[in-house]
């Protein structure tokens, strides 16, 4: 069976594999940043607590994701949970990095206007420091993404959802006619949705950055 | 401080305001106590460091005072929110501190939308205050500063800073940073809006010659603020209180003495004059009776045309159009006499023509009416200086002071 064959029987199956995969990319990706710029805000005006966030996400992001999910299974069980959680955790770094360096980018002249003319601090960072940080932080969340879309093919491992099930069962059959056909259309799968998802974020700095900020 | 409409300026009295901050073993501001009347215009100068800023950011609390009080119309603002407090005191930085990510609207906006103002009221408000501060509102309101030179930017700078109409305005070094033709032209629209407004203004600059032309009055502050003078213009330059404040003044307080006084206030001499249309004949006769060497010629509409001399005539064979050098500078009534003196000195005649405001002949200044009626000014001024002296022996150091220079 050549490989458009193989797309052509099992393209339904592998739709829902994708659709997966992007789906709890997507969902961790919130999760992350919603989490990650939480964590930046908290720490970005303390030194130590600058140093302690990225040195706690980066130690995070050296654990082989192999062990990460490995090291789940027996506290959360099999399947979603430790995917969602191992992704989730992988995904920060990226974006607590660059929130933080987003938010300490602000000019000081900008907050002491913003001070100055009467917003509290609720409205300097809702209104004038995150807008400003957007656009590297951004940056962040479409690392974050493109790498989340690697990682979450070994969630196939832990009986998680997405396209690495294509790429697991192709290993766990080699020598069989469709093994390297199951392998390639994960692999393929896994970096068209990157593509995809890199675009989406395209469209997305083009309509969230302000005019008066974009490069 | 009572929310008016068109709210002209309210007090501001500090009362012993100091800042230490911790670990530091002097104070970065010690003890400075000012009164600040309703509409006035009261420039800060001094060194850098010398905490002029401090001071000016704990009149908003952006820098809470250790000690002292501050007082707006009377209200002891030391203890109130210091959010609710900057909505009601206009703020303008020097790098003008505009949001690159909202337009030139929105920041304008952001101090009314704050406090509650309606969509409709807001919007009206832009449009006037771009107008107000010279700038077409139809072109600039949709802009995003980082489309706007720096002279637009400080101008909107200071329409948000005027935004919600507070009565007072603080202006931390506002015109730094701009080439000094911008900053020329920000000065006089600031002079111009405060004689519309009437706000109570405090206003930092380092700038010895900004504070001279803005400054109802000026207080000269030493390391750590202590005052050293505090003083109109004319009293700070001809009167320095010691040897600090001349030395920042700086050497030339008399010709910046000069910036402060406009043709318009002092005497001016006359010269004959003869117009185009008027015979040949006449303007001989008035050569000659005229006592002078030289007469004016005026066009059709009263402008100064030419200098006529005794001899032009003759060699222009009788005819005025042919005859005299044209004038080729002229002194608008509202130019500073040290303009005039400028003018006076490149004039190969040393003198120059007065004008009216539609360009009219009104007199003529040279280096003699210049000389004497810079002697009355800073005479005036010392006499003024002197009643204000309670000390007796000041006043006397001041007459002696005055009996020597008039020797």
Not at chain 1, 54 to 80: D, E, F, K, N, Q
Not at chain 2, 270 to 291: A, H, M, W, Y
Request: proline share 5%; net charge neutral.
């Amino acid at each position: 069976m050549s490989f458009w064959e193989y797309l052509g029987n099992r393209h339904q199956q592998l739709l829902t594999d994708a659709y997966q995969h992007a789906s709890v990319v997507f969902q961790c990706m919130v999760v992350a940043t919603v989490i990650g710029v939480l964590i930046g805000v908290v720490t970005y005006r303390s030194g130590w607590g600058v140093k302690l966030a990225t040195m706690a996400t980066s130690t995070l992001l050296t654990i082989p994701s192999l062990a990460m999910i490995g090291l789940l299974v027996p506290a959360v069980g099999l399947g979603v949970p430790p995917t969602v959680i191992a992704l989730t955790l992988y995904g920060l770094l990226p974006v607590v990095r660059n929130a933080i360096v987003g938010l300490r980018g602000v000019d000081p002249s900008l907050v002491d206007a913003a001070r100055g003319i009467g917003m509290s601090r609720v409205m300097r960072l809702v209104r004038v420091e995150l807008p400003l940080a957007w656009p590297p932080v951004l940056t962040g969340i479409r690392v974050s993404t493109q790498m989340l879309m690697g990682i979450a093919a070994i969630a196939a491992y832990a009986s998680g959802p997405g396209l690495g099930n294509e790429i697991f069962r192709g290993i766990a059959s080699l020598g069989s006619r469709n093994a390297l056909n199951q392998v390639l259309a994960g692999t393929l799968g896994i970096i068209v949705l990157a593509l995809l998802f890199d675009g989406a974020y395209v469209l997305i700095g083009r309509l969230t950055i302000p005019r008066g900020i974009r490069a | 401080m009572p929310e008016r409409s068109g709210a002209s300026g309210a007090s501001i009295e500090l009362e012993n305001l100091a800042k230490r901050y911790p670990g530091t073993p002097r104070p970065a501001v010690d003890n400075v106590t000012m009164e600040i009347k309703a509409g006035e215009l009261v420039v800060l100068v001094g060194p850098s460091g010398c905490g002029k800023s401090t001071t000016l950011k704990m009149i908003n609390r952006l820098i809470e005072p250790t000690g002292g009080r501050i007082r707006i119309n009377g209200e002891d603002v030391t203890g109130i929110d210091p959010v609710t407090l900057r909505r009601k005191v206009g703020y303008a930085i020097q790098s003008a501190g505009l949001f690159p990510h909202m337009t030139v609207a929105q920041n304008i906006a952001l101090v009314p939308k704050m406090i509650g103002w309606g969509k409709g009221r807001i919007k009206d408000r832009v449009e006037e205050l771009l107008d107000l501060v010279g700038l077409d509102p139809g072109e600039f309101h949709g802009r995003y500063p980082r489309g706007l030179s720096g002279g637009q930017q400080r101008r909107v700078g200071l329409a948000r800073a005027l935004a919600a109409d507070p009565p007072v305005l603080l202006m931390d070094e506002p015109f730094g940073a701009v080439d000094p033709i911008t900053r020329d032209h920000l000065q006089d629209e600031l002079i111009r809006l405060q004689h519309e407004l009437h706000k109570t203004i405090v206003f930092v600059t380092q700038d010895v010659d900004e504070a001279i032309k803005l400054g109802d009055r000026i207080a000269v502050l030493r390391e750590r603020s202590p005052i050293a003078q505090f003083d109109t213009p004319e009293a700070i330059l001809t009167n320095p209180a010691d040897d600090y404040v001349s030395g920042f003044v700086g050497a030339g307080a008399a010709l910046k003495r000069l910036n402060l006084t406009r043709v318009r206030d002092v005497k001016i001499t006359d010269c004959p004059t003869v117009t185009v249309d008027d015979p040949v004949q006449e303007i001989f006769n008035k050569l000659r009776g005229s006592g002078t060497n030289e007469i004016l010629l005026l066009d059709r509409h009263g402008r100064p045309y030419k200098w006529l001399r005794r001899g032009d005539m003759m060699r222009a064979k009788g005819s005025p159009a042919r005859a005299g050098t044209l004038v080729s500078d002229t002194l608008s009534r509202d130019a500073t006499l040290r303009d005039a003196l400028e003018a006076v000195l490149t004039d190969t005649a040393g003198r120059v023509a007065v004008t009216g405001r539609r360009g009219e002949y009104t007199g003529v200044v040279d280096m003699e009416t210049l000389m004497s009626s810079v002697q009355d000014l800073l005479e005036a001024d010392r006499l003024e200086v002197m009643e204000h002296q309670h000390a007796p022996e000041e006043i006397r150091a001041a007459q002696t002071h005055a009996e020597q220079e008039g020797a």
